[in-house]
Nanobody, 115 residues
Framework: QVQLVESGGGLVQPGGSLRLSCAAS????????MGWYRQAPGKQRELVAT???????NYADSVKGRFTISRDGAKNTVDLQMNSLKPEDTAIYYC?????????WGQGTQVTVSS
């Protein structure tokens, strides 16, 4: 059974940092492309960052240079380090796992950037 559980969201001031973590259960982790997506109120869900099983990363232009995605195959986790946060980063952040035979989502974690 596939399970993705996010943690680490919260309230932070502009310019601050947060680290999101996604714990994955299931035998898919080492073959899946893992990703973080976000959805702000009234907007569509959008890609934030992805990392392939080989470690290749891809970022949305809006977060390049501020966010870093990483994965740990021993722990089955994928993290998103978010620095220099802006109010426009406020959204629900979702973990995603995608491979040839599956596409799964976590339940999401709220990130609010506000003074």
């Amino acid at each position: 059974q596939v399970q993705l559980v996010e943690s680490g969201g919260g309230l932070v001031q502009p310019g601050g940092s947060l680290r999101l973590s996604c714990a994955a259960s299931g035998s898919f982790f080492n073959i899946a492309t893992m990703g973080w997506y976000r959805q702000a109120p009234g907007k569509q869900r959008e890609l934030v960052a992805t990392i392939t099983s080989g470690g290749r990363t891809n970022y949305a232009d809006s977060v390049k240079g501020r966010f870093t995605i990483s994965r740990d195959g021993a722990k089955n986790t994928v993290d998103l380090q978010m620095n220099s946060l802006k109010p426009e980063d406020t959204a629900i952040y979702y973990c995603n796992a995608k491979w040839a035979f599956g596409n799964y989502w976590g339940q999401g974690t709220q990130v609010t950037v506000s003074s």
